[in-house]
């Protein structure tokens, strides 16, 4: 079964609204947890990494204050679009990690902007 | 910075034949992890197969199989006898450490029935 839990899976929501996107691992603790995008047909591109109570750590380009993360346990990492527009709108994964163990991804988000 | 190359942007295999997908990697690492992820149209990421580039031995999955050449750095993925649902997009992975994982630009495999 599933050991990191997304969701939701597929969200619709108008432009300008705020969408929270949860990231839950299951059966253990996760560390870091790490945010992807994916646009159709491409890669997965990290966005930011998480560990538990500090402050996410951003790549380059991604906006800190559009798509803000919170790491407040070790097994809940959410991010949250703010104030989304359609370019927005793309498929999220989160991924969960802990020593020791495989790197475990949850099943993505698709988000639409309208 | 680590850069992970596929350079075959889509394959095709004949069902029950072996189709070997590349990638290769740039890194100034010695220890690090290597990946290989499959993305179905569901969109899930399945780990295939992952090998730990201390280990000499190529690691194997059933009818998944690397080629793992560390000083070239490169890291092929060997589908033997495919299947139709071996359909998928086909991501190589890096990682060091506790660090984020570094995916290629992926590959899409077809098989023919």
């Known amino acids: 079964g599933a050991v990191v839990s997304q969701h939701p899976s597929w969200v619709i929501c108008k432009s300008g609204t705020s969408v929270k996107i949860e990231c839950r691992s299951l059966d253990f603790q996760a560390t870091t947890m790490f945010w992807y995008r994916q646009f159709p047909k491409q890669s997965l591109m990290l966005m930011a990494t998480s560990n538990e109570g500090s402050k996410a750590t951003y790549e380059q380009g991604v906006e800190k204050d559009k798509f803000l993360i919170n790491h407040a346990s070790l097994t809940l990492s959410t991010l949250t679009v703010t104030s989304a527009h359609p370019e927005d709108s793309s498929f999220y994964i989160c991924s969960a990690y802990t020593p020791d163990q495989p790197q475990h991804f949850g099943d993505g988000t698709r988000l639409s902007i309208l | 910075a680590q850069t992970v190359t596929q350079s075959q942007p889509e394959m095709s295999v004949q069902e029950a034949e072996t189709v070997t997908l590349s990638c290769t990697y740039d890194t100034s690492e010695s220890d690090y992890y290597l990946f290989w992820y499959k993305q179905p149209p569901s969109r899930q990421m399945i780990l295939v197969i992952r090998q730990e580039a201390y280990k000499q031995q190529n690691a194997t999955e059933n009818r998944f199989s690397v080629n793992f050449q560390k000083a070239a750095k490169s890291f092929s993925l060997k589908i033997s006898d495919s299947q139709l649902g071996d359909a998928a997009m086909y991501f190589c992975?890096?990682?060091?450490?506790?660090?984020?994982?570094?995916f290629g630009a992926g590959t899409r495999l077809t098989v023919k029935p």
């Open positions: 992975a890096y990682r060091r450490g506790n660090n984020d994982m570094r």
